[in-house]
């Protein structure tokens, strides 16, 4: 979300200006243009050459200076952008907003900007918690500017408490989804996701398992977010890192995949369901680690499990419920019979015996099956561009049924 977005970033006296450096740099990496403002508070702690260096712009910090490119007109500045993140943002500068005070370049910018503006607040503790700064903030709140919470953390002034400016790569973070809520497809919309497969324990050390990566599942759930959905990913065990601005709910077993689904169920409107799901569990696990005996077999009586799909289908009232199936023969009929006994709108039928398809590979190819009969074939492609596809659909579907 953030290629090519214009951001203005004021930077004002704290000990977390380092924290911008790596910001801006960061920014820019994604894509986003950066042109920084400095307070003469914030030039105590840095050079305007060291922003202007990671920026590859002029740095702006006074309103007198003739040879800056925004001099003339100091409120284009403000104009110019996408954004205006105030980070670090002092209790001075937070005091002058909430109060329309005006009496450098940054305050005054502000005062003109017409764009959205999302401050950083870092401090000390006592000043983050004091009722002036506390009224501050709640004052610039209710006028539409986006507060992000600071981290409670160890502070420079010796500390425990709040007041920490969060690391550079969570307001990346924050500003990716800030801008996909306000401009991606799915803005306002809230999608479960389920990923990996279940593990069904037979005793402290062993389980019954499948071969399921999360790759699948974790790809939609990157590209809705990034589309500007709300997103649960309900995921069982995985090495992979989960995606960002995703509200993810770990679970192990079937039971936990179920009962994590249905807390959310109500509130959703799209559930992709990727999450390959053990239909059986073993009936006893043992507390202990079960010793190896003479015997030449070993029998695990095993009990079905609940079909966690199944029963979202029979419950759907408003959402669009998509199913996955991994087949290893007759791949459409079989996927065909789950779109009907599961009640989904679409099934996404992946061959899992085809090279780069399936289970763990970065790639897919599969065919959507819809709840009226008809087919689409995908080619081979990666699984975020898989995934993209799937909630086209999902939203085609949603649209028709209005
Ligand atoms: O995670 P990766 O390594 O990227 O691999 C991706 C994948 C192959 C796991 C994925 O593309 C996939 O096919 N997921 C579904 C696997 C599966 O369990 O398929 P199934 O045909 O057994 O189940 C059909 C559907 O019912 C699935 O949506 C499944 O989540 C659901 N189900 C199944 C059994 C059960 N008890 N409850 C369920 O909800």
Redesign the pocket.
Known sequence: MLQGKKIVLGVTGGVAIFKSVQLVSNLRKQGAEVRVVMTDHAQEFITPLMFAEISGNKVATSMWDKNQEFHVEHIALANWADCYLIAPATANIIAKMANGIADDLLSTTLLAATCPVIVCPAMNTNMYENAATQANLATLASRGVTIMEPNAGFLACGVNGKGRMPEPIEIQNFLDEFFAKREGDMRGLKVLV????TREPIDPVRFVGN???????YAVAEMAASRGADVILVSGPSALKPPANVKVINVET?CEMLEACLAAYDEVDIVI???????YRPRDVADQKIKKKNDDAMTVVMDK??????TLGGKKTHQVLV?????TQNLLDNARE?VVK?NLDMI?A?D?TMQNA????DT?IVKLLYASGDVKSLDCMP?IEVAKVILDEALKIRANRE
């Open positions: 389920t990923a990996a497969g071969r399921s990566s999360g790759k699948m599942g079937t369901k990727a999450a390959a799901v053990a239909d499990n609940p079909d966690i799909l199944k199913g996955f199936a991994a087949e789950k599961k996404v992946n899992v399936g289970f763990n590979a897919n699984k």
